[in-house]
Each structure stands twice: as structure tokens, then as C-alpha cells.
């Protein structure tokens, strides 16, 4: 039976999003506490893959999640999903807003619900959990007086809401990915993305020289967001999200040059895009999976049959 990891406990937009994808189906799903160790149970084979939250349409990426990518044992994402998230503020039966002093979420969920509690409970007392779930767990365990959580957590742990769709912004989103150890990727849909990491020497021009190696060859970037290597001063990862395929001549001429020229180059994966959910804002993409002006594959076909030929003396 696969076990598929995840960001426990249970509740969280995690399983929510896991439950999702066609791979839960009879799987063994396999609760974790973090996020890192979701991946960690991948590569030390407790698991065969793992769910876990790598992007906020409010928030940005996940840092805890994009660092743990670019450690060792590789992994690569072959899935990805995205929901709308809500947030609830739930307590104890009995509690009212009056008597709430201590609040907690995840690191995202307060972040995206700051200005309500700032509005609301001005004198309330804010910590972290390592999910939302977990918060409402804790206020189950009477430790706290009130989470902010996904509604769902209010059902499992017994819990009231006093207010729901409490987001300071609205139609906010959350991208999943399934992670799992390096393989083939999935084939291309025409609607993809390939993710990947790189580091590069700190001489001016260099991230131009990535972007160049990209943006020559008619690929859209979607993402690019940088973060400390650990231990080594004024050194970065940077994480970049692409349309296009590895197997499409364009991105995988793209990813060669870019092992030429970087540092360190670490592949995250090709896979399908996943439809935005109902009731938020189409994202805008590029004509053919950002494949343009020139750069489809039946232009690198001929063109690569041109260069033969013209290395063979046929033709000029």
C-alpha cells in the first residue's frame, strides 16, 4: 500500500488538498507534524510521497518548504493542486470574544488574517502552531482560547466558530505539491509547469544571466523568490516556477544552459498546472505554455536539422 505523508494533524488545508489528488486514493496517509518532516519520511523511505503547501497567492512560498527541496536526497514534484483557503475563528462552546486572551495559526493563516485579529481582538496574545490544525487541537486541549483555522477543524476537534472568512484578503489560494524521489516526469499536457532551484556566483549581471537563458528561448517565469543558503553569507537559492515541460526542446535547451552557467542547478520537476478553483481570478498565461515567438518544437526540430546539415557540408 503507498503511504503518502503529509502536514498533519488531520484538518489541515493539507488534507484537504491531498484528498484531492487521485493518489489518496487507498493510500495510507500518514500524518506529520511538519512540513519538513513530511519530506524527511520521503527520503528516508517511510513514505513514498508527500503532500505539502509550497506557494500562497497572499504570502508567497513556503520557506520552510522551498528549503527542504534543495536538500539532499533529491526530490522532485510530479503533482500539484491548489484551494481556496478560509480561515475561522473558532474557541472552546461558551467562549465569547470577550474572553479570548491567547490566539494561535499557522505562520501563514496569521499572516493572512492579521489586520482582522489586530481589529478584533487588539489585546489577545498571537503564537505560532506548525498548522492550523494543530491550533485548534491546542484550544480542544484547553492550552489556548481560540484558533484560527480551517472551518473543517471546528467539526473534528468540537469546537464553535464565532466568525468565519475571517482573510484580510479574499479569493486567497494555496498550491500543493505532490513530492516524491527523483523518476520520469509525467508526460506534458500542454499546460505545465517545471520547477527548479538555482544558485549562481554573487558577480553583477548574474541573475540577468539566468533570466537571459529563460527568457531567449520564449519562456514564461511565474515565480522567482530567493533564499539564504544556510550557513554561507550573501549566497541564495533561487527558486523559479516555469511554463513549459522538460521534454518540450525549449525548456530542456534552457535547463542545459543553465547547468553551464550556474552554480548549482537542482530540477524540482515538470508537471501539469492545475486549474485555478472556482470563484477565483483565471491566472494569466503565456500562448502555448509560454513556448513562443519561434520557440515551439517543431522550430527546434528544423533548426537542429539545419545545424547537421550545415556541420555535414550539405548545405549552408
Known amino acids: ?76 514534484i510530479v503533482r500539484e493542486t491548489q484551494i481556496a483557503v478560509r480561515f475561522a475563528l473558532m474557541v472552546r462552546p461558551g467562549t465569547a470574544l470577550g474572553d479570548i486572551r491567547t490566539v494561535a495559526s499557522h505562520p501563514h493563516g496569521e ?34 482560547d481560540a484558533s484560527v483555522s480551517a472551518p473543517v477543524a471546528a467539526s473534528v476537534h468540537g469546537l464553535e466558530i464565532l466568525a468565519d472568512d475571517i482573510a484580510d484578503t479574499a479569493a486567497a489560494v494555496t498550491r500543493f505539491v505532490l513530492v516524491r524521489p527523483p523518476c520520469a516526469p509525467p508526460e506534458p499536457t500542454a499546460f505545465d509547469r517545471t520547477t527548479l532551484a538555482t544558485t549562481t556566483e554573487n558577480v553583477p549581471g548574474a541573475l540577468l544571466g539566468i533570466l537571459t537563458e529563460l527568457a531567449v528561448r520564449g519562456i514564461d517565469l511565474t515565480r522567482i523568490e530567493s533564499r539564504p543558503i544556510k550557513g554561507r553569507r550573501d549566497e541564495y537559492w533561487f527558486h523559479l516556477d516555469c511554463t513549459g515541460h ?71
Open 246 to 316: 522538460i521534454a518540450q526542446p525549449a525548456m530542456g535547451e534552457a535547463l542545459a544552459a543553465l547547468h553551464r552557467r550556474c552554480t548549482r542547478v537542482r530540477y524540482l520537476g515538470s508537471y501539469a498546472r492545475c486549474a485555478v478553483p472556482d470563484g477565483v481570478g483565471e491566472t494569466r498565461v503565456s500562448p502555448a505554455s509560454g513556448l513562443v515567438n519561434g520557440h515551439g518544437a517543431e522550430r527546434f526540430a528544423a533548426a537542429a536539422a539545419w545545424l547537421d546539415e550545415i556541420r555535414a557540408g550539405t548545405s549552408a
Open 1 to 76: 500500500m503507498t503511504r503518502l505523508a503529509f502536514l498533519g494533524p488531520r484538518a489541515t488545508f493539507t488534507e484537504q488538498a491531498l484528498l484531492r489528488l487521485p493518489e489518496s486514493e487507498g493510500a495510507e496517509l500518514v500524518p506529520a507534524a511538519t512540513t519538513t518532516s513530511a519530506l524527511a519520511a520521503v527520503r528516508s523511505g517511510e513514505a513514498d510521497l508527500a503532500c505539502v503547501p509550497i506557494e500562497n497567492s497572499v504570502e508567497g512560498g513556503v520557506p520552510a518548504v522551498l528549503d527542504s527541496l534543495v536538500n539532499d536526497p533529491p526530490l522532485v
Open 111 to 144: 499572516a493572512q488574517t492579521r489586520h482582522w485579529l489586530a481589529a478584533n481582538l487588539p489585546g489577545a496574545t498571537i503564537s505560532m502552531s506548525s498548522s492550523t490544525a494543530e491550533a485548534a487541537a491546542q484550544v480542544a486541549r484547553g492550552e489556548l
